[in-house]
């Protein structure tokens, strides 16, 4: 929904070391996206475009808030601080403690590979969470591309283009 992408997109936009931008929606999606298919593929490794190096607190405290509630930590400090990520229903935790998990959540995106980019996971799920970020920060087209990988062989990819309008034969390679 456009309001969504409008209210995610206000909410900042960072620099990366390339100089091409990050939101806190690029952010949130990510960390959304890869815990959820770490809970479903726990063996599976993950390549993803972004990073939390350089993400201060406070951007991930307003991406933890554009996740909303796909985003809840579910995590107490004593876990976190053993390396666990196990909590019960209900347990708070820490903001410093929430920040650290969708952080750790964000940085799922480099266990698919070594430091040179290089994969190492025989079952890896490639995801750039929000593909056209200038075009996200416009409020016009982006799309979130994820794909399977086995032995380094796509066995699936989907883009989601959620301002694509199938309608207007233009947007479809129509008349």
Known sequence: ERRTQAW???RGVA????????TVADYAAQAVALRAL???????GFVAEESSAGMSD???RLAMDA????????????AVAAGGAGAAAGDVASSSTQIAAFKAAVDL???GADREGRRVARRCWVLDPIDGTKGFI???QYCTALCFTV???AEVAVLGCPNLDLDDPAAVGGP
């Open 138 to 140: 416009r409020g016009a």
């Open 58 to 60: 406070d951007v991930a």
């Open 151 to 153: 032995d380094g062989r």
């Open 15 to 22: 620099a990366k070391e390339d100089a091409s931008p990050v």
């Open 109 to 111: 995106g480099a266990t």
């Open 67 to 78: 996740a909303g509630p796909h985003f809840a930590t579910g995590v107490r400090d004593d």
């Open 8 to 10: 995610a997109a206000s």
């Open 38 to 44: 770490r809970e479903a593929f726990p063996d599976d």
